[in-house]
């Protein structure tokens, strides 16, 4: 074997050093300790489980979801990336996190987290019964619980309370228990507006002091979106113009209750830190001020939408159907779920924003580095 030359030895040293820094240093991005992600929700946040689910009607593994995403349609339900993705871009997170349902989400593919999002899914176990098939919120809790946890635990030949601690463990649910619960419904319910989204945060405090218990301590508690100005619910409610307000109404009251809980619930688990985005106030500043975001359209879904009288459900983009020229300046790719260009918005100030309106008590960026 030829000698190495001094220069060329230093210059190895050098590269090879400077390769393994990232991963001698837990910390990155001046201080973050974040390792990775832990997703519950709905398919705001889905990037694929419903894939592998039989009879699922929501289901966005076919063109043109996808149409910007590196490699295609993949089960997110937008053009490209999704607000998790962006998040994880932000905490310079090494990998997209996998979805559970997929066979390879296994051994070393875990360590920077797991996604267990459901499109359709709610906060309560019965809401999205009408689509088929979802993963409700509890199972996905469970799914953590019982199948990642313990192999977590294993791969890093640590206790989940050493471990979890590094992890940010990010809700977005809520939206489909008033399209796919609530709203449904409502002829024959005969609970209030009031008393159903109290039945709905106090499901959701249970369920955050379950993932508690097990070790979790940095919550991102996502908003509903305003989704009374999304294309279906104007579509549903021909007859009146701009967002529709009573589902509107509902959306802000859950959100409101959300952020509340985020100081209620702190003395029932000790040091922990939650932190309430609030993509609904992001989202409507937006379709107010569509020009000043750089977005042109803000009604319109991006891609073909079939009515249900065209044998669709007034959500999801026909397959293989035409899109619009420029998904960047449309504020909604399907009926109901914004486009990757919000998504960013989204991301954005869920980092970096200093507005309590939007961000409370304190951003992504501040909540990673505690
Ligand atoms: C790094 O963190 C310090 C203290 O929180 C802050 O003053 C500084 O602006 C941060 N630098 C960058 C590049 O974010
Ligand atoms: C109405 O309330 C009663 C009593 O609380 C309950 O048993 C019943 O299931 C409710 N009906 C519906 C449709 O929710
Ligand atoms: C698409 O829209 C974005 C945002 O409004 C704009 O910056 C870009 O120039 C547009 N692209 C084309 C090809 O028109």
Redesign the pocket.
């Known amino acids: 074997m030829a000698q190495i030359e001094p220069q060329t030895f230093h210059a190895l040293l050098f590269i090879s050093l400077f390769a393994c820094l990232p991963s001698l240093c837990s910390c990155h991005d001046n201080g973050t300790k974040i390792q990775g992600m832990f997703v519950f929700g709905s398919s705001l946040v889905d990037n694929g489980n419903n894939n592998q689910l039989r009879d699922a009607i929501a289901k966005a593994d076919y063109l043109p979801y996808g149409i910007d995403f590196p490699g295609g349609a993949t089960g997110r339900f937008t053009n490209g990336k999704n607000v998790i993705d962006l998040l994880g871009q932000h905490l310079q997170l090494p990998a997209y996190i996998p979805p559970f349902t997929h066979p390879s989400t296994r051994g070393a593919n875990i360590v920077h987290g797991v996604n267990y999002a459901s499109g359709g899914s709610g906060i309560l176990d019965d809401t999205g019964a009408v689509l088929g098939n979802v993963i409700c919120l509890n199972k996905q809790v469970e799914n953590f619980e019982h199948v990642t946890l313990p192999e977590l635990e294993q791969q890093l030949d640590n206790k989940a309370q050493q471990i979890l601690q590094n992890y940010l463990f990010v809700v977005s649910s809520g939206g489909n228990d008033y399209s796919f619960n609530y709203f449904l419904a409502l002829p024959t319910a005969n609970l209030t507006l009031q008393a159903f989204t109290s039945h709905l945060t106090t499901t959701l405090s249970h369920q955050l002091k379950r993932l508690y218990k097990l070790g979790a301590r940095k919550f991102v508690l996502m908003s509903i979106n305003p989704n009374g100005c999304s294309p279906s619910a104007k579509a549903r409610n021909p007859r009146r113009s701009g967002c529709i307000q009573y589902v509107n109404r509902a959306n802000h009251l859950f959100n409101h209750k959300l952020r509340t809980l985020v100081d209620a619930i702190l003395p029932q688990m000790p040091a922990s830190n939650l932190v309430f985005v609030n993509a609904y106030k992001v989202i409507r500043d937006i379709i107010k001020n569509p020009a000043s975001n750089?977005?042109?359209d803000a009604s319109n879904g991006c891609c073909e939408v079939p009515s249900i009288d065209e044998g669709g459900n007034g959500i999801l983009c026909k397959k293989g159907g035409s899109i619009c020229?420029?998904?960047?300046?449309h504020v909604f790719f399907d009926g109901l779920h914004p486009t990757e260009?919000v998504n960013a918005v989204i991301a954005r100030k869920a980092y970096t924003s200093i507005r309590k309106t939007e961000v409370y008590p304190m951003n992504v960026k501040q909540l990673s580095q505690i």
């Open positions: 750089g977005f042109v020229a420029n998904r960047s300046n260009a």
